[in-house]
Every structure is written in structure tokens, then in C-alpha cells.
């Protein structure tokens, strides 16, 4: 899988690529790609906050 997908040259191993052995319902396959970047840190940070601010509650 991996020889057929193509990454930029300065971040080969900057990621983890699988092919889901069961696909959605309609379609032909499913493909899961994590990337190590930080782009989703705002997101994340969120969600610790809110976690954070409901865990004070209880």
C-alpha cells in the first residue's frame, strides 16, 4: 500500500497508513492515515479545556 501512496520528501515517516480489512457499507474500501503534525492542536486543546471544565463540575 504503502509503494502506491506518495508523501512529500521531507516527511516519510511522519505518518501511519492502513488499509481497513472491512469496508463501509457502499463503499470499496476504507483507508486510515494518521499524521504526526501539529495542525490538530487547537482541536485537542479544546477538548482537554471542556473535559477539563465538565470534570471540575463533578
Same mark, same amino acid.
Given at each position: 500500500?504503502? #509503494?502506491?501512496?506518495?508523501?512529500?520528501?521531507?516527511? #516519510?515517516?511522519?505518518?501511519? @497508513?492502513?488499509?481497513?480489512?472491512?469496508?463501509?457499507?457502499?463503499?470499496?474500501?476504507?483507508?486510515? @492515515?494518521?499524521?504526526?503534525? @501539529?495542525?490538530?492542536?487547537?482541536?485537542?486543546?479544546?477538548?482537554?479545556?471542556?473535559?477539563?471544565?465538565?470534570?471540575?463540575?463533578?
Amino acid at each position: 500500500l504503502r #509503494q502506491n501512496l506518495h508523501f512529500v520528501h521531507w516527511n #516519510q515517516e511522519g505518518w501511519k @497508513t492502513g488499509l481497513c480489512s472491512v469496508a463501509a457499507v457502499g463503499q470499496p474500501y476504507n483507508l486510515l @492515515t494518521l499524521a504526526n503534525n @501539529t495542525c490538530v492542536h487547537n482541536s485537542f486543546s479544546e477538548i482537554r479545556d471542556r473535559f477539563n471544565k465538565l470534570y471540575k463540575r463533578k
